[in-house]
């Protein structure tokens, strides 16, 4: 099911950029919205609830990971990261702060129109789940409870705030307890890639995602579980 009428802020300080960017998108009847600098993407990001953010790391004043930092101190908006630098420290630090997608310049056009409408549909997905039915999706854990339905998040009866990539990853794993998937398989199966994807991706949110469910229950953390050389599982933790 397509999100056609999602509204997109496009940050990048470049115009022709932007402007490539929102040909390709309108084409698919997204709203587009612009901003060329760090300060007015952020007083945008916060002041408006986007569907989604493509966020250039190099901005005039405040870049894009400072951006992004304080856009998630309240906000869970998807964020793809567009940026000219390729080296593996850059794309680890934009996923660190909270970052759902990363692509590098130069770029496909349609690359980027094929990840936005991946990244929507996971976020968009519970809205449509909520109009289809009105069972209780529920899965219940010591210590962890996902509320499917609602997209919540509750560790020991507290809400966690996760990101929807966060939110989508936990999920998926969960539902499969005891059973390991390799980093591909998560690429594909909550990513949605139907191309090549960065390995470290799947790893940097694994980290985030502990670190969030460690802050309120370090037994909810430890439900996600390394297999070293394989990938990763969701393991139920007994007291």
Request: hydrophobic share 40%; net charge negative.
């Amino acid at each position: 099911m397509q999100q056609t009428n999602a509204t997109i802020l496009v940050v990048d300080d470049e115009e022709r950029i932007r402007r490539l960017l929102r040909m390709y998108l309108e084409r698919e009847n997204y709203t587009i919205e612009e901003a060329a600098n760090g300060e007015d993407a952020l007083e945008m990001a916060l002041s408006h609830d986007y569907d989604l953010i493509i966020l250039d790391l190099m901005l005039p004043g405040i870049d894009g990971i400072e951006v992004c930092t304080k856009l998630r101190e309240t906000k869970a908006t998807p964020v793809i990261m567009l940026t000219a630098k390729g080296e593996e420290a850059n794309r680890v630090q934009g996923f660190e702060v909270g970052t759902d997608d990363y692509i590098v310049k130069p770029f496909s056009p349609r690359e980027v129109v094929l990840r936005v409408k991946a990244l929507l549909r996971r976020a968009s997905s519970t809205k449509f789940l909520e109009t289809e039915t009105s069972a209780k999706n529920v899965i219940v854990y010591p210590h962890l409870t996902i509320d499917h339905d609602a997209h919540r998040v509750t560790v020991d009866d507290q809400e966690v705030s996760l990101t929807p990539k966060e939110y989508e990853l936990l999920y998926f794993l969960a539902n499969s307890p005891d059973k390991v998937f390799t980093r591909e398989d998560l690429l594909r199966e909550v990513w949605n890639y139907e191309f090549f994807g960065d390995l470290r991706t799947v790893d940097t949110h694994v980290k985030r995602l502990r670190e969030k469910l460690n802050r309120v229950s370090d037994r909810a953390a430890h439900m996600i579980v390394t297999v070293w050389g394989v990938g990763y599982k969701f393991e139920v933790v007994n007291d």
